[in-house]
């Protein structure tokens, strides 16, 4: 399953990357970094476990499509840490680290020039998945489910090449290392910088055509 979500990330990535050669005059590409404030939401209120939030990197590409004066399609792919800390009865102090490879596929819309919200899909692909309890930490990669759809929105700014965003993700699928006994979804508010390496094409200078003389 893992080889066949790679075989399809790395069409959509080479098919993203084509595509905004041939837009070149209107596509920007561009790195970003950040971190995640990441959790777990309950489906249930466990009464027997106390979740708490888990800081992690993230870091990847990205390439803005404007396909108006307003509106952008930016599809991102990233390196994502997320997972939870959590304390319970029967497993004591645990710090659940699961690491994705994260593909955003977002609309943009610039409300003014240098400000935009946007919403959009996540799709994310299991790396790894570790826990740490005090003194052992485990690999728990083949007991998580491998890929996670969430939903994400968030709000950004734009001064020249940088670039600066806040969103909140939303997961949608059972990520919990005990499915059966526990449920639990992945949740996060990221928050990241980026650089554009690439600005709209300006448009070239009219030549004024030269009246003849009669």
Known sequence: MRKLLTAIIAVLFCSTIVFGQKMKQKAAF????G???SGFRPA???QDIDLGPKLGQVFGAFVQIPISARVTIQPEFLYSQMGAKAKSTLWGDVTFRYNYFSIPILVKY???KSFN???GIENDILIRARQKQIYETSTITYDV???DFAYTAGIGTSAKKWTF??????GSQDVSAAQGENTFYNQAVQVTVGYKLHKKAK???RVKSKKTKK
């Open 30 to 33: 561009g790195f970003k970094a």
């Open 145 to 147: 489910k491998d890929f």
């Open 44 to 46: 249930i209120d466990y």
């Open 117 to 119: 919200i946007y919403a």
């Open 110 to 112: 610039n409300v003014v």
């Open 35 to 37: 971190v995640n404030v």
């Open 203 to 205: 448009k070239a200078p």
């Open 165 to 170: 965003d806040i969103r909140y993700i939303h």
